[in-house]
């Protein structure tokens, strides 16, 4: 059931300017865990400035979204467009159950005001574009800015100056011959492949799938090792600490550094005030690598009015209409002037990921990247923390899963 709402004429004027009209029914697939949804207030205002066309939206519960996705389109139901992620493409490619859109993203009036990277950034590796983004994320490194006064120091910019504002950090500050506070949260438990991957890929010729067992690459992971074993900046539970205890110590102040993504942000906040900011991370060998989280839409193969389902996508992307979508989210718009409105998180946080966005990156959209993520780079990265096998070892073990 569709929702009407009577707009005034100067709203339904400027909703409709620069669109062109399709007849026709879009059945459209979200997934919001929200219960403050704006969904239903996005389609009445989209079907009353494009008159002869209805959204069907659903909310699709996460914990099934892609099983009911992938079992819709082989079974000849899929909806017309659908909210996507990266790690889908590849499979969603393979079954033909996308829409080529950069023609259209080409001529929309909207596409310079995305936010630098995010096309490049959700392309097929076919050079076709698929998706069109509708909110983000990227990792920034987060510090404690009143730690850094106190003893002088610069945020860094370098992997260098990381290691000696972490040594700096890392101390005994009631005088009981213990370290209480350290340099760094490293999340070394699954999961913290983010963390790694900022000291490691950045280098040059370093990828997942390139030069990991090259000298470069090598580097990175003893950095990492190093950092942990011989400059103790790693609280000692690092080995087995996951996404709770980085940000718990963090916010506990038992840590003056540590990288995750604005999700976070209104927790630290809450926890420190001002005494918490953020960064981009280092630039380590040569260059800077960080995470991107994703979400896009994208307009199904099958749809039967494909016109349609595009005026609806470009629509939650467009200026306004994207903030009201990523309140319900908690992610970032993808629009530039929504993002310098936005007021959502502290801006300083917004600042850092649109900083951090250049140095955005995915992992390889492969199958063996599940095994890397789940379960390869976990183990090993644990046991070279505690020296059971060298960077270099682990290097080659993830260098073995891509190349197999």
């Known amino acids: 059931m569709t929702i009407k709402r009577t707009l005034g004429l100067a709203s339904v004027l400027a909703l409709t300017a620069g669109l062109a009209h399709a007849d026709g029914t879009v059945r459209f697939w979200y997934h919001f865990d929200n219960a403050d949804n704006p969904m239903d207030e996005l389609v009445a205002e989209f079907e009353a400035a494009n008159p002869g066309i209805t959204v069907e939206a659903e909310n699709i519960p996460w914990n099934s979204y892609y099983d009911q996705l992938y079992t819709a389109i082989i079974g000849g139901n899929a909806p017309d467009a659908a909210m996507v992620k990266m790690f889908a493409q590849p499979r969603l490619v393979e079954m033909g159950a996308l829409e080529p859109i950069g023609d259209r993203i080409d001529a929309w009036e909207g596409k310079d005001g995305l936010q630098e990277n995010l096309l490049e950034l959700t392309r097929a590796t076919d050079g076709q574009a698929y998706y069109l983004p509708v909110q983000y994320v990227v990792l920034y490194l987060y510090y404690r800015p009143d730690m850094f006064e106190e003893l002088g120091l610069s945020v860094p910019q370098t992997c260098d100056e990381f290691r000696d504002v972490a040594r700096a950090l890392t101390r005994d500050t009631n005088g009981d011959g213990q370290t209480d506070v350290y340099g ?83 927790g630290m906040v809450e926890a420190l005030g001002d005494n918490v900011s953020a960064t981009v991370v280092p630039e380590c060998g040569g260059g800077r690598w960080t995470s991107f989280g994703d979400e896009s839409t994208a307009v199904l193969s099958s749809a039967e009015d494909k016109d349609a389902a595009w005026e609806w996508i470009s629509f939650l992307s467009s200026e306004g209409n994207n903030a009201r979508f990523n309140e319900a989210t908690g992610q970032l718009p993808v629009v530039k002037a929504d993002t310098a409105t936005w007021s959502l998180h502290p801006q300083r946080f917004v600042q850092a990921t649109v900083d951090s966005l250049p140095h955005a990156n995915l992992l390889p959209n492969m199958p063996e990247t599940s095994d890397f993520v789940n379960t390869v780079w976990a183990t090993a990265m644990q046991r070279v923390l505690i020296g059971d096998i060298t960077a270099e070892q682990m290097n080659a073990e993830i260098t073995d899963l891509f190349a197999n």
């Open 184 to 266: 760094f949260g490293f999340r070394g438990a699954a999961g913290g492949h983010d963390h790694w991957g900022s000291f490691t890929l950045g280098r040059e010729g370093v990828s997942l799938t390139e030069g990991l067992s090259s000298a470069a690459g090598i580097a990175g992971t003893q950095f990492v090792a190093d950092l942990f074993r011989e400059d103790g900046v790693f609280p000692p539970s690092t080995p087995n600490d996951g996404f709770q205890e980085i940000i718990g110590t963090f916010k506990a102040g038992r840590t003056a550094m540590t990288i995750h993504h604005i999700g976070s942000s209104n």
